[in-house]
């Protein structure tokens, strides 16, 4: 038992340091970045494309039935909505345009409810600058690619509605554990239905590349968070007060306004579930790297080990070898370079007067030659220029105490410059 209470404990401690990591990559992300502006980018969107996306949704219900029994059961579903603020009326209206929409109407719906991949996207560009192309027109089909599952997220979802109705109060459940029920399946219904969309959204839509289960938990914690919201957005439906009382009683006005901040708000929620999804992904990111990191050191100190195991034998067979022939002998390192047997020389700079090179090829001469050699004027002095620089090489140390010189791959040359300012050359 304390063994599994001390497990637990380091458990819940390393949950703990984890989801501090999670926050603290969260605000990284953040910082910098204009939030509210990027919801209000998407609500624009929004505003365009979420009508056409939910008559798509009620259109397909009438696929199989028909019309008419679709329209029928979705009707009955009206109980589910509150009726104090009334939010009712809009809702049968909604239900009556899908229902008997057209094929060629559907088709024309696709180009508005294209508009909210884009609104998606631009707000996600404007929480993670990058380079982007082709950015309206490829969050717009990339958004589109949701309609093929939308018939099925649908059903489901009305579904779940048609086992809310017998415990709404105006079907039948008046209890408490009736609402509870109401609240809890409604709440489940809800998550995985958005968890998928928002999956395909954070994998397709948006700017930054995700793993896909890495999406799918961002999409299923961002879903909670929405789901919850829209309980709170049909509580909210419940409270009987005019909404158009800010604005000259005018309801219609009113209700457009209180839909819009609701949406806006949704969409904040949105963006912060992508935003985390980003730093888990980085948090990911780094935990493989660490990894790789690991192993490749665990790696060098295996082969290491091996090559110390190596040692003795490798020195046995090449014991009786000359010492010239042992190094690179295995194959396990390059032989030693040959020490350099040409002579060290004396160069002069490209821009100046080839006074120390020889005049029949413009070589330079050798170290320690006369400065003459090669050229007209005799030895010292005779032709030597006097703003001429001289590159002296410089003799290995011990070269002088008559020991052998280490070998190098070229000589190590030094300048030493010897100008005269009042020379002019030809003169």
Do not use: C, K, N
């Not at 938990?217 to 509580?235: D, M």
């Not at 790696?299 to 690179?328: I, T």
């Not at 010189?405 to 003169?427: C, I, N, T």
């Amino acid at each position: 038992m304390p063994v599994q209470a001390g497990a637990a404990v380091v458990t819940a401690g390393r949950a703990v340091a984890e989801a501090r990591d999670l926050l603290r990559g969260t605000g990284r992300l953040l910082e910098g970045r204009d939030l509210s502006a990027a919801a209000a980018t998407l609500t624009y969107f929004a505003g365009i494309a979420v009508v056409p996306w939910l008559l798509l949704a009620l259109w397909s219900t009438s696929w199989g039935p028909g019309a008419d029994a679709a329209e029928m059961r979705l009707l009955g579903l009206r109980v589910l909505v509150p009726p104090d603020m009334g939010a009712r009326m809009p809702y049968d209206l909604l239900v009556t345009t899908a229902v008997h929409l057209g094929a060629v109407a559907a088709l024309v719906l696709l180009f508005p409810a294209s508009f909210y991949g884009e609104g998606l996207r631009r707000a996600g560009l404007a929480l993670a600058p990058r380079p982007d192309r082709f950015t309206g027109w490829r969050a717009r089909l990339a958004v589109l690619v949701a309609v093929l599952p939308l018939p099925v997220l649908t059903g489901a979802f009305l579904a779940t509605g048609d086992l809310l109705v017998p415990l709404a109060p105006e079907g039948g459940g008046t209890g408490v554990g009736d609402r509870l029920l109401r609240i809890v399946l409604g709440f489940v219904a809800a998550w995985l239905v958005l968890s998928v969309l928002l999956a395909w959204v954070f994998l397709a839509v948006m700017p930054e590349p995700l793993r896909w289960w890495v999406a799918a938990v961002g999409a299923l914690g961002t879903g909670s968070f929405l789901a919850g919201f829209l309980h709170g957005f049909q509580l909210f439906l419940a409270i009987p007060i005019d909404v158009g009382l800010p604005f000259g009683g005018l309801g219609v006005v009113g209700g457009v306004v209180a839909v819009g901040l609701w949406l806006y708000v949704l969409h904040v929620f949105v963006l912060l579930g992508w935003t985390v999804t980003r730093a888990l992904e980085e948090r990911v990111r780094r935990g493989r790297v660490a990894e790789v990191g690991t192993a490749t050191a665990d790696g060098e100190r295996d082969e290491r080990r091996d090559e110390a195991g190596d040692a003795p034998r490798r020195a046995a067979r090449l014991g009786h070898r000359p010492r010239a022939a042992r190094a690179g002998a295995d194959g396990d390192r390059r032989a030693a370079a040959a020490p350099y047997a040409g002579s060290a020389v004396r160069q002069a700079p490209r821009h100046r007067v080839g006074a120390d090179l020889h005049a029949a090829r413009r070589r330079p001469a050798p170290l320690g030659a006369p400065d003459g050699v090669g050229r007209r004027g005799g030895r010292r002095g005779g032709g030597r220029v006097p703003g001429a620089a001289r590159l002296v090489a410089r003799q290995p140390r011990g070269a002088a105490r008559g020991h052998e010189p280490r070998a190098l791959p070229r000589p190590v040359v030094a300048p030493r410059a010897v100008r005269d300012r009042g020379f002019r050359a030809g003169g």
